[in-house]
């Protein structure tokens, strides 16, 4: 079993649309869900603040903690135009900012510091400090919604943007599939894995090892969460999900470790599980505040920081 030992708790403005993240180094969190702020992770004081004008989709730290990148979502306008912005850690001094056409959604950084971004049926890229655009890695008709960099070259989940015509009962229905595409370091396609119609909340491993889904059975009315082989699209079942339950994803050290949250069916409180990846063992279980919807981790540090109700807590992992 796991034990979660309070450390900090401080008040903090938050949204359902707040995002968090948790600098490599452990010392400093980041969260917003348009202008953000960090706060030293010890004593909840205020680090700085960054200028971001859209909604968050995502934020990211550099693998060196010293830069931090934030993409944009949709705002529910049918023109939001996709933004993102890399800024100095310290300080909150923007360095520099893209577009795309659509929201950009998700991001993520290479272990050489080098940053990958949605950009409609591309992946574009650029180092950092000073900028250096990296040539653009087409991935054809996917709407892109996570991306991770792998040894190899890059990983990404998504939904087909065109889908396929189908008749049900006389009426023509288009099905999108969602997909999950593994390409080179020069772009070529090394993997096309076949998701289905039925995955929702998902979240890929920072090295490109696995993804988590939730996966929606329609013929049988069910849902639960899939942890998904990036290489090979095995699967496997861990948990069934309940009716109006939302499970929040975080993968701890790389990909050794996945941790789950949701509401507990029976109960007052959220539950937060822990597996280890490499036999799919549940390693421990630990009962959270009802009120967290969103939670980060630095397993490397020990640390989980929830948020929820108008504050962050931070526990030490036991």
């Keep these: 079993m796991i034990k979660l030992e309070p450390i900090r708790t401080f008040p903090v403005e938050e949204y359902l649309l707040t995002r ?179 995955a929702g909340v998902h979240a890929l491993s920072p090295d490109g090892k696995l993804l988590a889904v939730e996966m929606v059975d329609f013929k049988n009315n069910e849902r639960h969460v899939s942890l998904i082989d990036v290489e090979t699209g095995v699967e496997a079942n861990l948990l069934s999900l309940e009716s109006n339950t939302l499970p929040v994803f975080e993968f701890g050290l790389g990909s050794e470790y996945f941790l789950c949250m949701k509401e507990d069916a029976e109960a007052n409180f959220n539950l937060l599980r822990v597996w280890r990846t490499s036999d799919l063992k549940l390693v421990g279980e630990a009962q959270v505040e009802l009120g967290f919807h969103s939670f980060a981790t630095r397993l490397e540090h020990s640390l989980l920081a929830f948020l929820g109700q108008g504050h962050l807590s931070l526990f030490a992992l036991e």
Excluded: M
Excluded at 45 to 69: K, M, N, V, W
Excluded at 123 to 133: F, M, W
Excluded at 134 to 143: G, H, R
């Design 20 to 198: 968090l993240a948790i600098s490599p180094a452990g010392d400093e969190i980041a969260l917003g869900h348009k202008r953000f702020r960090s706060y030293d992770a010890e004593s909840g004081a205020p680090r700085a603040e960054f200028d971001f004008p859209d909604f968050l989709a995502q934020l990211r730290y550099s693998p060196d903690g010293r830069h931090l990148a934030a993409a944009n979502v949709a705002d529910n306008h049918p023109a939001t135009r996709g933004s993102l912005g890399v800024f100095a850690a310290t300080g909150g001094a923007p360095i520099w900012t893209a577009a795309a056409e659509r929201p950009i959604e998700a991001c993520a950084f290479t272990d050489a510091g080098a940053l990958r971004w949605n950009a409609g049926a591309a992946l574009a890229g650029a180092e950092l400090d000073p900028r250096r655009d990296l040539p653009p890695l087409p991935v054809p008709d996917l709407q892109i919604r996570g991306v991770a960099c792998a040894p190899y070259g890059y990983v990404c989940f998504g939904r087909e943007a065109a889908g396929a015509v189908q008749q049900v009962e006389g009426a023509d229905l288009v099905f999108r599939k969602f997909r999950l595409i593994t390409l080179d370091a020069q772009g070529k396609v090394r993997n096309n894995v076949d998701l289905g119609i039925g």
